[in-house]
């Protein structure tokens, strides 16, 4: 069974730019969430999505946004983007709800603002 | 306020040891609390999951324990081996939230020849 992809790998933009990162989750997982990671925060939730609907939503400005597709594949936009948004960003997919659920990892993506 | 915290934030021992990482965190209504470990500019691989009902789950050499009355979780590794050297990160699936994991700082361990 393929685990989490997320694509792309690797990202360079510049100051004021937007992105679009892309996540795949695992077959038959329904619930799709966005995290990023810095070194001076950890690891800190942004979204989380289930049937193309948000549920849960982390403390972030609106400059960063998803959406989730019929097929559970999701996407994270962030516009406007500023030098603090390097960071890695993973995804995670999860069953249903993950009161239960293991949650699976992608290998992230690496966003570098210039 | 919901928080996760590790204890060491690093650890360097020699191979074949046996050791232990601490994670607390503040309230006790949890749904579950996942291990996992990170390699360096890599994603998260999952080693665990215990469940709010739990008190431990074991997987090869890992062990982890649940008191959730007292807001702990303690990963025992067995025999470390070098490949072990990895950021362990503990996280917990606070109630009232979907898919919402609150993470630790991790803890960095090394494990030398």
């Known amino acids: 069974k393929a685990g989490v992809t997320q694509t792309p790998r690797y990202l360079i933009k510049t100051r004021g730019q937007q992105v679009t990162l892309s996540c795949s989750p695992i077959?038959?997982?329904?619930?799709v969430s966005w995290y990023q990671q810095t070194p001076g925060q950890g690891l800190q939730f942004l979204f989380e999505y289930f049937s193309e609907t948000q549920r849960n939503k982390g403390n972030f400005p609106g400059r960063f946004s998803g959406r989730q597709f019929s097929n559970s594949r999701s996407e994270m936009n962030v516009s406007t983007l500023e030098l603090g948004d390097s960071a890695l960003y993973l995804c995670?997919?999860?069953?249903?709800?993950?009161?239960?659920?293991?949650?699976?990892f992608g290998p992230g993506t690496r966003l570098t603002v210039l | 306020k919901q928080e996760v915290t590790q204890i060491p934030a690093a650890l360097s021992v020699p191979e074949g040891e046996n050791l232990v990482l601490n994670c607390s965190f503040t309230d006790s209504a949890i749904y579950n609390l996942q291990w996992f470990r990170q390699d360096p500019g890599k994603g998260l691989t999952s080693l665990l999951l215990i469940q709010s009902s739990q008190r431990e789950q074991t997987s090869g050499r890992l062990n982890a324990s649940l008191d959730k009355s007292s807001g702990r979780s303690t990963l025992y590794i067995a025999a470390s081996q070098p490949g072990d050297s990895a950021t362990y990160l503990c996280a917990v699936h606070f109630s009232g939230g979907y898919n919402k994991l609150i993470f630790g700082a991790g803890t960095r361990l090394a494990v030398h020849p």
């Open positions: 995670a997919s999860s069953y249903l709800s993950g009161r239960t659920d293991t949650q699976y």
């Open positions: 077959s038959g997982h329904r619930s």
